[in-house]
C-alpha cells in the first residue's frame, strides 16, 4: 500500500479518537503544570486584569521628547521571571508528553502507571538533547544560506524576496524530514540524523505536510474557542482570577491535542519509513 499523507493523518487522528481516555489521562498532568505557572505568573506580576480591559493604544512620540530607556533591571523582574518559568514549563510540559505519547503509540501499553510514563529520567534528556541539535541544526543551515541570499538582495531586492521564501520553504523541508530523530529518542533507538535523511529521501512534502497539517484542526479549534472565551469574559462584571484560570486549562488543553495530533502523525511516519528491521546508525 503507498504511503500518502492523507492515509497516515487519517490514522493518526483515529488513534486519537480510539484512545481518547488514554489521551486525556497523559495530558492531564502537563496541562495543569503549565496552566497553574501561567495563572501564577500573571498573578504575580498583577497583569491577569489586563485580560479583561480593552487596549489602549500607544500614542506616537512628541517630537523632543526624551525616549524610554529600557532598565535592565525591570526585565530580570517579577515579569521577567514569570515569562522564563512559563517557557521552562512549557517545555518540560511538552517533552514529559511527547516522550510518552510517541511510546503509547508505537509500542502501546507498557503495563504501567501514567505517572510511570511520565516520570523524567533519561531517555526526557536523551529527547531534549536531540530537539536541541536539531534546532541548532537548522538555524546554522538557515544562516549559512542566508548570507549569499542578502548579497543577492543587495543586487536586486526582488530576486531577494523570492530568495527568503526558498528559505523559508527549503528549511521546513529540511526541518521536517529530521523530525524522525525525535520518536526515535523516545524509543532509545540509534537513529542519527543522517538515517532520518536516509528514510525521508524523496519524502520530503510528504513529512512537510505530517509537521503542518497534523497541528491544522485542533489550532483552528484554539482560534474558535478563544474568540467564544473572550465574549464571555466582555460579559463579566469585573477581573475575575478563577475564570482566567479556566480559559488557561482549556487553551493549554487544546495545546496538548494538538501536540497530540503531530507526535502522533510523526510517530506513524516513522513507524512506516524506519521499522524496526532497517539497519540504522548513530
Known amino acids: 500500500m503507498p504511503l500518502t499523507l492523507f492515509a497516515s493523518l487519517g490514522t493518526a487522528y483515529r488513534f486519537l479518537w480510539n484512545e481518547r481516555r488514554d489521551l486525556f489521562a497523559y495530558a492531564f498532568l502537563p496541562v495543569l503544570l503549565v496552566s497553574f505557572v501561567q495563572i501564577a505568573g500573571l498573578w504575580a506580576t498583577g497583569d491577569w486584569q489586563l485580560h479583561f480591559q480593552p487596549p489602549v493604544p500607544t500614542p506616537p512620540p512628541t517630537p523632543g521628547e526624551p525616549q524610554i530607556v529600557i532598565n535592565l533591571g525591570n526585565i530580570f523582574s517579577v515579569q521577567g521571571a514569570a515569562t522564563i518559568a512559563n517557557g521552562v514549563a512549557s517545555f ?18 507498557e503495563g504501567m502507571t501514567i505517572g510511570a510514563a511520565m516520570r523524567w529520567g533519561p531517555r526526557q534528556w536523551q529527547f531534549i538533547s536531540r530537539f536541541f541539535m536539531l534546532v541548532g541544526l537548522v538555524l546554522l543551515l538557515g544562516f549559512l544560506i542566508t548570507v549569499p541570499v542578502n548579497l543577492l538582495s543587495s543586487v536586486n531586492p526582488t530576486l531577494g524576496i523570492f530568495g527568503r521564501a526558498a528559505i523559508i520553504v527549503g528549511t521546513l523541508l529540511i526541518t521536517s524530514r529530521l523530525l524522525l530523530v525525535l520518536p526515535a529518542a523516545a524509543l532509545d533507538r540509534k537513529f542519527g540524523f543522517r538515517d532520518a535523511g536516509t528514510v525521508t529521501q524523496g519524502k520530503s512534502w510528504y513529512m512537510l505536510g505530517i509537521y503542518l497539517f497534523s497541528l491544522l484542526p485542533a489550532l483552528f479549534a484554539l482560534i474558535i474557542v478563544a474568540q467564544l472565551l473572550a465574549g464571555l469574559a466582555d460579559s463579566l462584571t469585573g477581573p475575575s482570577l478563577s475564570f482566567l484560570f479556566v480559559v488557561l486549562l482549556v487553551q493549554q488543553a487544546i495545546m496538548f491535542v494538538a501536540i497530540a495530533s503531530q507526535v502522533t502523525a510523526l510517530a506513524e511516519a516513522f513507524r512506516q519509513l524506519a521499522p524496526p528491521s532497517v539497519n540504522i546508525t548513530v
Open 92 to 109: 518540560v510540559a511538552y517533552v514529559m508528553f511527547s516522550v510518552a505519547w510517541f511510546r503509547r503509540y508505537l509500542i502501546g501499553p
